[in-house]
């Protein structure tokens, strides 16, 4: 949630109006990943309350995790602030206009890509592991049967939210440019091996798929039998 506000020389804004702008897409994100199962405002605002009162407990930095908490630009203030922001996530409305008027942002994006996050750097980023010393003529397949190998036999858990999260990918970058900038830059440090995003994202989906298919049909089976009715 306080992401915007991470990294040497940032802070949280003393100036409500200030934070609420800089927040809003992430709330939004946030928001909208709650109809997915993800977590919820209420949740997000429950950590900033606890976070506010280890602040107060530790004035001086306290326990690793504390000082990795973006602070206020008044330091002293932290403790109010977050519990202003945690306020502000509980009481949380938005007008249609503002929900549909303000960008995208990166931070909000990345919500969306949990998963690929995580294995994009691993398997085809700058140091990946399938483009390590000992995979330099290895295929973007290779990586991909990599990725599958490794995540057998816990398939039937992984691999559907991976396939989900490579169409939505192509459903919300448009050119090659964007999401290379997006999951190359901006937003992870990923890679897509010797494809173009555009091509790869629907390539990783569809061997998910067919491994899915081959290795652990069927998936599920109903309680009762079904009949299906005849045409007239």
């Not at 709330?27 to 997915?36: V, Y």
């Not at 995208?104 to 700058?126: A, H, N």
């Not at 990923?190 to 061997?207: K, N, V």
Request: hydrophobic share 40%.
């Amino acid at each position: 949630m306080l992401e915007p506000f991470d990294g040497w020389g940032n802070s949280i804004p003393l100036d409500p109006a200030v934070w609420q702008e800089r927040l809003f897409p992430l709330i939004r994100g946030i928001k909208n990943a709650e109809s997915d199962g993800g977590r919820t405002l209420a949740e997000t605002a429950s950590e900033l309350r606890i976070a506010a009162d280890l602040f107060e407990e530790f004035p001086d930095g306290g326990p690793e995790a504390i000082r990795r908490i973006p602070r206020a630009a008044e330091a002293a203030r932290t403790p109010q602030v977050l519990r202003e922001i945690a306020e502000h996530l509980e009481d949380w409305k938005h007008d249609r206009l503002t929900w549909l008027t303000t960008p995208l942002s990166t931070e909000e994006l990345r919500l969306r890509f949990p998963r690929l996050e995580q294995i994009l750097p691993i398997f085809w980023g700058q140091d990946g592991v399938a483009i390590s010393d000992d995979m330099q003529d290895a295929t973007t397949e290779d990586g991909i049967r990599m990725f599958i190998e490794e995540t057998h036999p816990y398939c039937p858990w992984e691999l559907p939210s991976v396939v989900a999260e490579c169409y939505q990918a192509v459903a919300l970058f448009h050119t090659e440019e964007q999401t290379d900038r997006f999951f190359s830059g901006e937003a992870m440090t990923g890679g897509s091996g010797t494809e173009d995003f555009l091509d790869f994202f629907p390539l990783f989906a569809r061997r998910c798929i067919e491994h899915l298919k081959e290795a652990h049909h069927p998936l599920w089976e109903p309680k009762d039998r079904w009949y299906r009715r005849e045409a007239d």
